[in-house]
C-alpha cells in the first residue's frame, strides 16, 4: 500500500468516526429531550387525575393496604375490622373517574370488577356495590351513610369525609 493510500484511509477512517460521535451526541440530546417532555406529560396527567378513597368519619381507619381494598371493591370483605358492615359506593363503569380509580389505585380493570361483582350476583353468594351517577352523590351517600367507602377526585375532598392512606 502506498503512503498516499494510508493517509487517504486515515483520513476518511477520522471523518467516520467524527461523524458517529456527532451522530450519537445528537441521538443523546433527542433521547434526553423526549425523555423529559414524556415525563412532564405523565406528571400533568397523574396530577389531574389524582384520586384519594373516602370513607364515612365513623370508620375507624387511617390506611389501608392496596388487597384489602380490592377485596372490599371486589366485594369479598364484606365488615371493617370492627363489625361494621361497608357499604360500597360506586360511579359506572365508563366514568373516566372510575376507570382511573381502577387502574391506579386497584391497579384492576374495570371489566374485571364487573366480572366479579356479576359473578357473585348471578351466583347468588353477594351483591353489587351501589351505584352513583355523580361524583356529588357520591361525596354525600358516602358522608351521610356509616360503613360507607367510595373514591373521589382529591379536589372533592371536604370535612364530611375522612381519606384513606392506600399502603
Avoid at 484511509?9 to 468516526?17: A, F, I, P, T
Avoid at 423529559?36 to 370508620?59: I, N, R, Y
Wanted: with cysteine.
Amino acid at each position: 500500500m502506498r503512503i498516499r493510500e494510508k493517509v487517504y484511509l486515515k483520513l476518511k477512517s477520522r471523518r467516520y468516526k467524527h461523524n458517529l460521535a456527532t451522530i450519537f451526541k445528537n441521538m443523546k440530546r433527542h433521547c434526553v429531550t423526549i425523555l423529559l417532555v414524556f415525563l412532564m406529560t405523565l406528571s400533568a396527567v397523574s396530577g389531574a387525575w389524582a384520586q384519594d378513597v373516602v370513607v364515612h368519619p365513623e370508620v375507624d381507619k387511617s390506611d389501608i393496604s392496596r388487597n384489602a381494598l380490592r377485596a372490599i371493591f371486589g366485594m369479598r370483605l364484606r365488615k371493617w375490622s370492627n363489625g361494621e358492615p361497608i357499604t360500597v359506593f360506586v360511579l359506572r363503569d365508563d366514568s373516566p373517574v372510575h376507570i382511573e380509580f381502577s387502574k391506579t389505585i386497584l391497579h384492576m380493570f374495570p371489566y374485571q370488577l364487573r366480572r366479579a361483582w356479576d359473578r357473585q350476583v348471578f351466583s347468588g353468594t353477594g351483591q353489587s356495590p351501589f351505584l352513583v351517577n355523580s361524583l356529588e352523590e357520591m361525596r354525600t351517600k358516602v358522608a351521610s351513610t356509616p360503613g360507607a367507602i367510595g373514591y373521589i377526585p382529591r379536589e372533592g375532598v371536604d370535612e364530611k369525609l375522612s381519606v384513606l392512606k392506600v399502603r
